[in-house]
């Protein structure tokens, strides 16, 4: 979805305007970070059906509206009403057989000259969307490094609150990883335990039982892993969710990141030890298959998790 497609919209506080007119002022210091919650969401075009699904957006609108509340910022729509107006963002943007990321987020709303932002301050709503390509069943795989930077302490910044600040823990540990020749790093607690990488949570598999970390390790509670363990459960692979140790990492029969943006990745090693065979593993690709089938429309045994998305042009 180029920039510079003369159709290309944005959504902001329940109005749709071009996307190039859609500007802070530089003195917004909410808008830079300090005040802003965000969420990550896809949808999928589904052969099958011939239209685009939304997954799941409404969990991810309320999650995100659950980050602002905890950040101390009054959003003035609820969830059903960002819902709508993503589903009607993607009526005026999408293309035929094109997926497309969404990228709804809060600020804190006009010029702040603190960055200590009042409590109840109100929060501007933006919704975003771009072309994105999903990965799911080409047969990728990364490599895993634990990182020198520990996850920040969810006692300081709760791990439940999505938020822009958060994240550069999580940048710190990209880098550090790459410079070490690893594609993603996983982080651990105060207590060395495995929390989830940048952006991704993770799953160890051994003797057939998928392992998460668990909320209190300090992880995100991502929506894409609920999906993923409650596929699991349906396709009678047993689930863990409790605290992982890190050699347990290294032990592994199968090791994969699962996100939004992830999707389910497949890790084949992991501080220079092999995973398993080296390759993505037959209960990754199980789940991955079963992941794909559900986003896509495949099948229908979760209509409650999508959203469908009839195209009609109108102008912007």
């Not at 799953?203 to 039982?209: M, S, W």
């Not at 300090?218 to 892993?225: E, N, P, Y």
Request: aromatic fraction near 8%; charged fraction near 25%; proline fraction near 6%.
């Amino acid at each position: 979805m180029p920039a510079d497609r003369p159709d290309r919209v944005i959504w902001r506080n329940g109005e749709f305007i071009p996307w190039n007119e859609a500007v802070v002022h530089v003195n917004a210091v909410g808008h830079a970070s300090v005040s802003a919650a965000f969420e990550g969401v896809h949808s999928y075009w589904s052969p099958q059906r011939g239209q685009l699904l939304g997954f799941r957006f409404r969990d991810h609108m309320q999650r995100m509206l659950d980050s602002l509340r905890l950040s101390w910022l009054a959003p003035p729509f609820d969830a059903d009403e960002l819902v709508a107006a993503a589903v009607e963002l993607l009526r005026r943007v999408s293309e035929p057989g094109r997926d497309v990321y969404v990228r709804p987020w809060g600020f804190a709303a006009g010029l702040h000259r603190e960055q200590m932002v009042p409590a109840g301050t109100p929060a501007e709503i933006v919704i975003d969307s771009w072309d994105f390509e999903s990965k799911l069943g080409r047969g990728r795989t990364c490599t895993l490094a634990v990182s020198s930077w520990p996850r920040f302490n969810t006692n300081a910044s709760p791990a439940t609150m999505k938020v822009f600040a958060n994240y550069h823990n999580g940048r710190l540990g990209t880098i550090d990883a790459r410079r070490r020749g690893a594609d993603w790093p996983i982080f651990t607690n105060g207590n060395g335990e495995v929390t989830e990488s940048s952006g991704a949570c993770i799953a160890v598999i051994k003797d057939g039982v998928v392992a998460t970390p668990d909320l209190s390790s300090g992880v995100l509670d991502s929506i894409t892993r609920r999906t993923v363990l409650q596929l699991a459960e349906e396709a009678g692979i047993p689930t863990q969710t409790r605290r992982i140790d890190r050699t347990e990492l290294y032990l592994a029969d199968e090791i994969f990141l699962v996100g939004t943006a992830a999707e389910i990745l497949p890790a084949v090693e992991v501080d220079g030890f092999p995973i398993g065979t080296g390759q993505a593993g037959p209960v990754t690709r199980q789940l991955e298959a079963a992941y794909h089938d559900v986003v896509r429309g495949v099948v229908d045994s979760h209509e409650e998790w999508l959203v469908p998305v009839e195209r009609a042009r109108v102008a912007g």
